[in-house]
Nanobody
């Protein structure tokens, strides 16, 4: 069992930055590939970024490539999403998720592939 708790969301102006964090419980964090997803009002949840169990492989949605960076610290059981050059269309609830023994290198994760989800954190980008 893995519990995930996101933090770091908030309100920011377009062009600004935010750093999301996800704290995981359990002693097997390094056995899980991690992903970030987001869901805007009236839209389906979508993949944002993924990172392999060791952190050596990452993958991004085209919409965030070059602006967002995913990272993890297995010693601290955390995964982060650094978001720069934010746009109003980045406004959404952001979720972190874990997948046991995911393939490596990581690729875009499907919503139904994940084993555990956090409760989400709101990110609002004003124009």
């Amino acid at each position: 069992q893995v519990q995930l708790v996101e933090s770091g969301g908030g309100l920011v102006q377009a062009g600004g930055s935010l750093r999301l964090s996800c704290a995981a419980s359990g002693r097997t964090f390094s056995s899980y590939a991690m992903g970030w997803f987001r869901q805007a009002p009236g839209k389906e949840r979508e993949f944002v970024a993924a990172i392999s169990r060791s952190g050596g492989s990452t993958y991004y949605a085209d919409s965030v490539k070059g602006r967002f960076t995913i990272s993890r610290d297995n010693a601290k059981n955390t995964v982060c999403l650094q978001m720069n050059s934010l746009k109003p269309e980045d406004t959404a609830v952001y979720y972190c998720a874990a997948k046991w023994a995911y393939r490596n290198p990581v690729q875009a994760m499907g919503v139904h592939e994940l084993d555990y989800w956090g409760q989400g954190t709101q990110v609002t980008v004003s124009s």
